[in-house]
């Protein structure tokens, strides 16, 4: 099915068109004919599906069915969002897809100025894509009316759990009109957002979009087993000898982003770390530097595997495997969009084995294995955490005094060793 069967106006076909865009993705043809239709929606989806189009395009036609706004231009449709990198890429798809649409977009959200957010929206704004938390600041500040809102997008609602936000959007929810338009997304569906979900949604379209489409087809995908102390290392030598030129590559820690994009930079490979730490204006500007091929390597934490929207990203490295087995799937969607090729790279250490299987045990599927000469791993055994810590536990049994010994006897013993070393 190609785009033009989905009864989405010239306007917006022609935006699409501009993007190089000829087919829609399996959620985006089932879910905006639903949207045109005016239902709510209840979707299942990933990152990577190709779900912010498939909301936006169909708001887009919405708004202009109902009439472009007048001179004042209240907010008519929010987009909740639970990250700025994710209301910042959602605002530019809003910008995109609409460019041939006389209506405006945009994003408020923390770490920025408040001001100039005040500015647009006393220009007028139509699509609003906003944070929970920045969005209840213009509220309280009463420079945001939200009384004419049509439609609502919840965007990655269980992250938005997750990070703490179900109280503020209860908040919003009431400040919006009860005749409206919902539209709720989430990769999971945890108890709390099923209740929120029957609390706001009148019959909903359920839309899910299989496991097997939710990680892309074309991203191919390789585990190389590698004792944790050379990771950096076959890393740089990866880059360098298969000429790399653009990597996202995946930590566990804020800590270990920026000591490992010290050390690739020491290596040589232009590099960059993203994550929690950073300011707004540095990370806005890190990503831009990345996206034009200024920075060879963008080093992130887990804040980056939902909001970040890099078209032709050719390789995603997980320097850490995830704790979340979802995770993996958000971060290995980054790449192999748009119809394009991606390349998946585990570097699994020994400690990191349970993990594996679990990300293993979620896909429902091994994850090709190779051990790349020169980078094998260690033939020690590894013991198991349990019976390290029950040989260290009874080490110390063996060092207490037994029941009954004098106790005199036994503070005699361990003076000396006390005060001496002070260990």
């Known amino acids: 099915m190609s785009f033009t069967k989905l009864g989405l106006s010239a306007e917006l076909l022609r935006a699409v068109t501009d993007q190089g865009y000829v087919q829609p993705t399996p959620i985006q043809e089932r879910v905006i004919p639903i949207i045109l239709e005016g239902r709510d929606v209840l979707g299942a989806a990933q990152t990577g599906t190709g779900k912010t189009a498939g909301f936006m395009l169909p708001l887009l036609q919405r708004l202009m069915k109902a009439g472009p706004a007048g001179r004042h231009r209240p907010v008519r449709a929010l987009v909740l969002t639970p990250t700025r990198e ?32 005040v500015a647009a929206l006393r220009r007028g704004v139509d699509v609003l894509v906003a944070t929970p938390g920045r969005l209840l600041d213009h509220v309280e500040q009463k420079t945001l ?31 919006l009109p009860r005749q409206r338009q919902n539209l ?65 590559v995946f930590t566990r820690t804020k800590h270990g982003a920026d000591k490992l994009a010290k050390q690739l930079e020491s290596d040589g490979l232009t590099t960059a770390a993203i994550h929690g730490n950073k300011s707004q204006g540095a990370r806005t500007r890190v990503l831009a530097d990345f996206k034009r091929g200024a920075v060879r390597v963008l080093v992130a934490t887990d804040i980056a595997s939902r909001g970040l929207d890099i078209d032709q990203l050719p390789h995603v490295v997980n320097y ?25 790279v585990s570097l699994v250490s020994a400690d990191e084995s349970r993990m594996l299987a679990d990300i293993e045990r979620l896909m429902k599927q091994h994850l090709p294995k190779e051990v790349l000469p020169g980078y094998e791993p260690s033939s020690r055994p590894r013991v198991n955490d349990d019976r390290s810590a029950a040989a260290k536990r009874q080490r110390q049994h063996r060092a207490e ?18 005060h001496g070393s002070g260990s």
């Open 184 to 248: 709720l997304f989430s990769a999971t569906f945890p108890d709390e957002i099923k209740a929120l979900a029957d609390r706001i949604m009148s019959n909903p379209a359920r839309i899910e979009v299989p496991r097997r489409q939710l990680t892309a087809e074309r991203v191919s995908q390789v585990v190389h087993p590698v004792d944790r102390e050379r990771k950096r290392e076959l890393l740089s030598h990866m880059i360098g000898s298969k000429d790399w030129r653009q990597v996202l």
């Open 320 to 344: 850490d495997l995830p704790q979340v087995p979802e995770d993996y799937v958000h971060r290995i969607g980054r790449t192999g969009r748009a119809g394009m090729a991606g390349v998946a």
């Open 401 to 418: 005094p037994r029941r009954g010994a004098q106790p005199g006897g036994f503070r005699a013993k361990i003076r000396p060793a006390r």
């Open 86 to 117: 994710l209301a910042a890429q959602v605002k530019e798809s809003a910008a995109t897809y609409g460019k041939f649409l006389p209506l405006k977009s945009a994003a408020i959200f923390g770490g920025v100025g408040f001001q100039p957010q």
């Open 145 to 175: 009316d939200l009384s004419r809102i049509e439609i609502l997008v919840l965007d990655e609602a269980d992250r938005m759990l997750d990070m703490g936000f179900l109280p503020a959007i209860r908040r919003i929810l009431g400040l």
